[in-house]
């Protein structure tokens, strides 16, 4: 078989200790693959390139299309951008996957019975990362969310769980308070599983569905979420199996592809070599399924899985009365090593011959797009006059800025509605919204003239959302009493 070529990167912290001793272990088991080593993380950020990798290592990356990473550290302040996130959303990787399995009675665990895979959206929502300090009181970050980004995410659930023989796929999402974003992933999972009648699904509220997964993780199989929900509960996931350091991760794309660990550098612990190797071990093993090489990925698995079977552990699962061995980190990549062609015994052994990589396409087909009418506007203000009386407010917007075209249906602070008729003791900010709407469409000059009269009135508009209504139906959520 000829050689893959990877990109490795052995990042900051414990990730060079624990990528030596990883990369050892793959190889030794037979893993063809040719490395091709990249510096990113802390010292490139600190030699001035802010995104954390260079043009250099970028083209190795792209030329490789695989890689191998382990954790880096971000500089606190800065403006530095996450180069995970930047990594993923540049190179399409939509899909995370992470299974978090129990490896009991070798490790302890509450959840004896628990094998879960999480796949979390992994390029929208909140990681986004378009912040803003509005007023002085008040910051805001967009949760954006698309439907052909949905669509990526829950259809690729839906194909691994088909390809992997998993019975059942669970949704979780905020959509009876995020109606819109959280409501449209919802939508859209309903959709796509009537596409999949031989695998059960359901959907889940993400507080209830989490205290479920922390109480009774066997309740469920393969859970889909947007990313913010997917890279938290991924985590909590992963601590239920005993430790987060197990932990690894598949980022999935239609051309690339990202394996590495869910832990971060740990800097604590760095050039102590107690660090635990299993997390970015398991992505190496998550990389060789993918790359078409079966046979090594198994031989890695299950002498990792007769390992700690054996109970040689690193300090951070290690259990006075059940671990044999308190081990570092390359004296654990040595027990592995002597293990393969070995099967664990009590665990169940790991069969990747049959399964084959989830492959996915970006959606190409073109949907017809909806009527799309502007019937408003909501104006929101940075405004610390009068006590902050929202009827004093209420009062000059509609003496000196209200137009004929528009009437003002409401003025909310933090979202709760305080003008017209209405008497508010809440605490409220300096951040205004004042809801504009019209009966009939409208034109982007009616918006422009109003923000001139807002101007001319002395009053700071800081940002806009314009009011859209597709096919008939509004494209922004009510206020009270609308």
């Not at 031989?198 to 205290?211: L, N, V, Y």
Request: proline letters at 5%; charged letters at 25%.
């Amino acid at each position: 078989m000829a050689k893959t070529p990877i990109t490795v990167a052995y990042g900051d912290g414990i990730g060079p200790e624990i990528m030596k001793a990883a990369l050892r272990i793959l190889l030794e088991a037979g893993a063809e693959i040719e490395i091709e080593t990249i510096e990113v993380g802390e010292q490139v950020y600190l030699r001035g390139e802010t995104s954390g990798i260079d043009k250099k290592s970028w083209e190795t990356l792209l030329h490789n299309r695989v890689l191998y990473k382990a954790p880096i550290t971000t500089p606190q302040g800065g403006g530095y951008k996450s180069l995970n996130v930047t990594i993923r959303k540049t190179l399409g990787l939509f899909a995370n996957v992470r299974p978090c399995a129990s490896y009991y009675p070798a490790i302890d665990t509450k959840h004896p019975l628990m094998k879960v895979v999480i796949v979390r959206e992994n390029e929208e929502d909140l990681y986004a990362g378009i912040e803003h300090r509005q007023t002085h009181e008040v910051y805001q970050t967009l949760k954006l969310m698309s439907s052909p980004g949905s669509e990526k995410i829950i259809r690729y659930a839906f194909e691994y769980a088909r390809a992997n023989n998993h019975r059942k796929v669970t949704a979780f999402t905020k959509d009876n308070i995020m109606k819109m974003t959280d409501g449209m992933f919802h939508r859209v999972f309903d959709e796509i599983a009537a596409d999949y009648p031989d695998i059960q699904t359901e959907h889940m509220i993400i507080d209830i569905g989490s205290a479920r997964l922390a109480d009774t993780p066997e309740l469920f199989d393969v859970i889909v979420l947007p990313n913010l929900y997917g890279d938290i509960l991924s985590d909590v996931a992963a601590q239920l199996t005993g430790s987060v350091g197990l932990g690894s991760s598949a980022n999935i794309g239609a051309e690339y592809a990202m394996f590495e660990a869910i832990h971060g550098s740990a800097p604590d612990i760095a050039g102590r070599g107690i660090a635990n190797p299993s997390g970015l071990l398991l992505a190496g093993v998550q990389m060789l399924v993918h790359l078409g090489q079966a046979e090594a990925a198994e031989r890695v698995h299950n002498a990792w899985k007769r390992t700690i079977e054996d109970g040689i552990h690193t300090p951070d699962i290690y259990r006075e009365g059940r671990s044999t061995q308190r081990v570092g980190t390359m004296e654990f990549a040595d027990a592995v090593i002597a293990r393969l062609g070995m099967l664990p015994e009590r665990l169940t052994p790991v069969n990747y011959a049959k399964d084959e990589p989830i492959r996915m396409e970006p959606p190409t087909a073109v949907k017809v797009k909806a009527k799309k009418e502007l019937y408003g506007v909501d104006v929101f203000l940075d405004w610390d006059e009068a006590n902050r009386d929202p009827n004093a407010l209420g009062q000059k917007i509609l003496s000196e800025v209200i137009t004929p075209e528009l009437t003002m249906t409401m003025i909310t602070n933090r979202g709760l509605k305080v003008f017209p008729d209405v008497d508010v003791n809440s605490f409220k900010t300096d951040h205004w919204r004042c809801r504009f709407v019209s009966q009939t469409p409208i034109h982007h000059n009616v918006i422009v003239n109003l923000l001139g009269r807002f101007a001319a009135a002395g009053l700071d508009f800081i940002k806009t959302e314009h009011l859209y209504y597709f096919d008939g139906q509004p494209g922004f959520s009510r206020g009270q009493g609308e």
